[in-house]
């Protein structure tokens, strides 16, 4: 089976759906495929885990331009009613708390102010918010897309002549092939990424090793209200 369209997206993070719906405002046909499923949480109370979850300013800004007639903004909600925004009051993460017990405020020995007193200052209509991925892509989401997921990709040629660009999928679920005739191809797959190896393009830095770039860990939880 072969798809056509202008632009294709390899890959299915915050960086695809953003460029993807760019194109889309633009009128430019794109089509957007990625190896994993859909990584997406949208009626879960609080699924703030997976993947980065600070958006800055700028980016907000971006976000909220490019989903404006179909989502309302991404804002911190107030702290009187959380429910406001699916992002959670600044309060709840402007500070690092360094101690022996979450549970005890005698036991803790420092606190850092992220903003370090300059949020205020900040200039323009958005300012940062807290998102965990999942639910940062469920806001993206917004069922017009015609997003292919579950698909890896296994090569890709470019026409020398037409320099049409042929792309070749093995969908995971189904065991079936498709192909994707493109005038562009954009590599968003991350560091293991397909794309660039197949064009042999090495990571930047002579240490650096797309199996171990970095490893981080994030835990995230809920308590009670009352838990200060």
């Known amino acids: 089976m072969l798809k056509k369209t ?3 997206i390899v890959g299915g993070g915050p960086t695809c759906q953003t460029l993807s719906r760019l194109l889309t405002n633009f ?5 957007l495929v990625d190896s994993k499923s859909p990584r997406r949480e949208t009626n879960k109370p609080n699924p703030h885990r997976g993947g980065a979850h600070f958006i800055n ?10 989903w404006s007639n179909v989502r309302p903004p991404l804002i911190p909600s107030d702290a009187s009613s959380p429910s406001a925004s699916i992002c959670p009051p600044l309060s709840t993460w402007r500070n690092f708390v360094y101690g022996h017990s979450a549970l005890n405020k005698r036991s803790r020995f420092a606190t850092v102010d992220q903003f370090g007193g300059k949020f205020g200052d900040l200039r323009g209509e958005y300012g940062p918010v807290h998102l965990g991925l999942e639910r940062l892509l469920g806001w993206m989401d917004v069922g017009e897309e015609e997003n292919i997921y579950e698909s890896e990709m296994t090569s890709f040629t470019e026409n020398p002549e037409t320099h049409e660009i042929l792309s070749n999928f093995t969908n995971k679920s189904e065991d079936n092939n498709f192909s994707v005739s493109s005038q562009f191809l954009i590599g968003c797959d991350g560091p293991t990424s397909t794309t660039r190896s197949q064009l042999n393009i090495p990571m930047l830095g002579t240490d650096v090793k797309s199996s171990d770039a970095q490893h981080m860990i994030n835990i995230n939880f809920s308590t009670s209200p009352n838990v200060r």
């Open 6 to 8: 202008t632009a294709l």
């Open 27 to 31: 009128k430019v046909p794109n089509l």
């Open 57 to 66: 300013t700028r980016s907000v800004e971006i976000l909220n331009s490019a």
